[in-house]
């Protein structure tokens, strides 16, 4: 919409002698493409990897408008919950904080750029970091560092992905992004509803208490041995990948950190690699355990070959590429475009 102003405003200043033959468009609302909503002035400050400063401070913008909604004792006490999370933990996901702290979704989007800024590439990418701290420099900041992590599903993992007790964020079949026409619209939640507190859980039948109304829970930021992910692709923190035997994947450099790469960041080469198979072995044993009889058959020689070339990591060319779909990347935007979206 703003290149095609700026082309309409190019072509207005041209004289006529310019263009022979050319009369100036009659521009009015109804031939300019524009957003199917109203600009959310939330005032988030955007960092990419390879920008050389970090913000200190939030815009003044985004500083008023917090101050616009933050008119109840609720609202203060969740603005120092937060403030004390990021003292704790310099970087945040937004999921992470929504399992932490219950505040209303809408009243999140203007509290986290009042305290923090985003990361939009980068090992960082996607995560909100306490205004002042660069990661960059600091390499205790690798448990820190996000992961794409993809269930591996195809008939050569032993189940499709109709196998799965686990759902997809979103199909690519009805999906279309926020600024469509077509977006089922939510409830609207004004400046002048923020100020009135919490507001409804916007549920029905029993309505939670204050403290938890919104909370998530903790399995959307936390991967855990022994418990599938609530969904078939997760951004988690690599702090919260508890299990041991993860831990000691990303601290095998503890000490010998020497530089912070795009790609990599403080860790060691492939150590995103290593730890998606490793947590896809885990989660194929949960569904040989919950579900034998997907793996019933699997007993020729052949396929004890492929089951001992994946369980030891080991790369086959398989002309199969029914888990195309599920396969882990560097960095998919799907949930950063969702995130960035609420605040343009």
Aim: glycine share 6%; hydrophobic share 30%; charged share 30%.
């Amino acid at each position: 919409a703003q290149a095609f102003c700026c082309r309409v405003q190019n072509l207005q200043e041209k004289g006529p002698g310019e263009s022979p033959g050319y009369n100036n468009p009659q521009v009015s609302g109804e031939n300019l493409i524009g957003l199917s909503r109203a600009r959310r002035p939330h005032n988030a400050i955007f960092v990419n990897f390879d920008d050389e400063e970090i913000p200190t401070k939030p815009l003044d913008a985004a500083v008023q408008n917090w101050k616009k909604v933050c008119t109840n004792p609720v609202d203060k006490k969740v603005e120092e919950e937060l403030r004390k999370l990021f003292e704790v933990r310099p970087v945040w996901s937004r999921n992470a904080v929504k399992a932490n702290i219950s505040v209303h979704p809408d009243k999140l989007k203007v509290l986290l750029p009042y305290l923090a800024y985003y990361m939009l590439t980068g090992p960082w990418r996607s995560l909100w970091v306490r205004f002042g701290y660069d990661p960059r420099k600091h390499p205790e900041a690798k448990i820190y560092q996000v992961l794409d992590f993809r269930i591996r599903c195809g008939m050569k993992y032993g189940y499709a992905a109709a196998d799965m007790p686990v759902k997809a964020k979103r199909s690519t079949y009805n999906y279309s992004l926020p600024i469509t026409v077509k977006k089922q619209g939510s409830h609207t939640v004004s400046v002048h509803d923020l100020k009135q507190g919490l507001g409804s859980a916007g549920t029905s039948g029993a309505k939670k208490p204050p403290s938890s109304r919104y909370k998530l829970k903790e399995s959307v930021y936390i991967f855990r041995e022994g418990a599938l992910p609530p969904y078939r692709q997760m951004f988690y923190q690599l702090c919260d990948l508890n299990v041991e035997s993860l831990q000691k994947i990303i601290h095998r450099n503890d000490g010998t950190e020497s530089e912070c790469t795009e790609r990599d960041g403080w860790c060691l080469a492939k150590t995103s690699d290593d730890l998606r198979d490793s947590m896809s072995l885990m989660i194929k044993q949960i569904i040989r355990s919950t579900r034998p009889a997907l793996f019933s058959n699997t007993t020729s020689s052949e396929d004890g070959k492929e089951q001992l070339a994946y369980e030891s990591g080991e790369d086959e060319d398989d002309e199969e590429e029914e888990e195309e779909d599920f396969k882990p990347s560097d960095g998919s935007e799907n949930e950063m475009e969702t995130e960035i979206l609420d605040y343009v």
